[in-house]
């Protein structure tokens, strides 16, 4: 188990000045779902909930990290072989330590199993203070009650911990979890989100990402997307589009934007992909050629299908393994 966890989104309240020394912290949390509850830390003194977790140690792994500060503060044992990753969160915000000093926390969430036996809590002076108790509550009844207080200066990580949760009922709701997208940029070029479109079940429309291409001094150059899964639309019409403006044609921007979305659709777990376009579009297929995409076939558009209605009969089709 390493750290490499896919961003949920970061936090940053913006209320430090430019600082040249950033105190980071780390930590795991952890999601413990019983059917339709799930287990959390509340503070009987101030009303919010909180994953049970913490800072990871020095040499630790994450895995005995969440065990431990799961045991300490909920008095419940992780059953090692159940954890699984879920997300990153990371915060920014002026640190209350030193008045130049920007704290930076990342937490790690993973999903995990627990046996039923509940043990004594080991709680820091601050825990006891705040009286830290196991609670077994509805999603919904804990976003809520966070979502009221998440604006609390004194304790600024309830709107971490809101996020998350909405985040997790989504995700049993098999909604898709949009990622953060910054890490989408290589030397030339980057992808700026424009919209993330849910699932159009009528319209058997996938969820999907929506970015503008800009070069790094934020010159827009042109346009693409990335459908998340498979369906009979995304094998017609592929799971990325893109177009690049005319002046900024011939220097392989698509494809490396292309690269650069593939990156997000391994976070998605997506093993492969779909990329086609119409036969006589030369530099389109030339850019599936020069990806390394495998042409599968020369397909007919159903009738049924939008390309079909917009007088196109036939598209090539390439995948491209992850």
């Known amino acids: 188990m390493n750290d490499n966890l896919p961003l949920l989104t970061m936090i940053d309240d913006q209320n430090y000045p430019k600082a040249d ?14 059917e339709n509850r799930i287990a959390l830390v509340k503070s009987q003194k101030e009303g919010f909930y909180k994953f049970p977790g913490g800072g990871i140690k020095q040499g630790e792994s994450h895995s005995d990290a969440l065990m431990r500060e799961t045991r300490e503060e909920v008095g419940l044992n992780i059953i090692p ?14 640190s209350t330590l030193c008045e130049n000093e920007i704290f930076e926390q990342k937490s790690y969430y993973y999903l995990a199993k627990t046996d039923l036996k509940i043990e ?7 825990e006891k203070d705040l009286d830290y108790q196991l609670t077994l509550i509805d999603l919904d009844t804990a976003y809520k009650t966070n979502l009221a207080l998440q604006n609390n200066e004194i304790y600024p990580f309830i709107k971490r911990e809101t996020f998350v949760l909405d985040a997790i009922q989504k995700y049993l709701k098999n909604d898709m979890i949009f990622y953060d997208t910054n890490f989408l940029k290589n030397d030339e070029i980057y992808l700026k989100l424009v919209k993330a479109a849910d699932t159009v079940l009528e319209k058997a429309w996938l969820p999907a990402y929506k970015f503008q291409i800009c070069l790094v001094d934020g010159t827009p150059i042109g346009t693409t997307d990335l459908r998340i899964g498979h369906n009979a639309k995304t094998y017609i019409g592929g799971n990325i589009g893109y177009e690049i403006n005319e002046a900024y044609r011939g220097h392989h921007y698509a494809a490396k934007a292309c690269r650069l979305l593939f990156k997000l659709a391994k976070l998605h777990q997506l093993d492969y992909l779909y990329i086609t376009c119409v036969p006589d579009n030369v530099p389109s297929y030339k850019t599936c ?8 076939e020369i397909a007919d558009i159903p009738e049924d299908n939008e390309m079909y209605q917009e007088g196109k009969r036939q598209v090539r089709v390439y995948k491209f393994e992850l």
């Not at 020394?21 to 019983?34: G, K």
């Not at 072989?81 to 002026?94: C, D, H, S, V």
């Not at 004594?120 to 601050?126: F, I, V």
């Open 21 to 34: 020394n950033i105190l980071q912290r780390e930590a795991v949390r952890a999601i413990i779902l019983f």
């Open 81 to 94: 072989a159940t954890i699984k990753p879920f997300g990153m969160m990371i915060e920014r915000r002026k």
């Open 289 to 296: 050629e020069y990806l390394g995409g495998q042409l599968i």
């Open 120 to 126: 004594a809590q080991n709680l820091d002076d601050y």
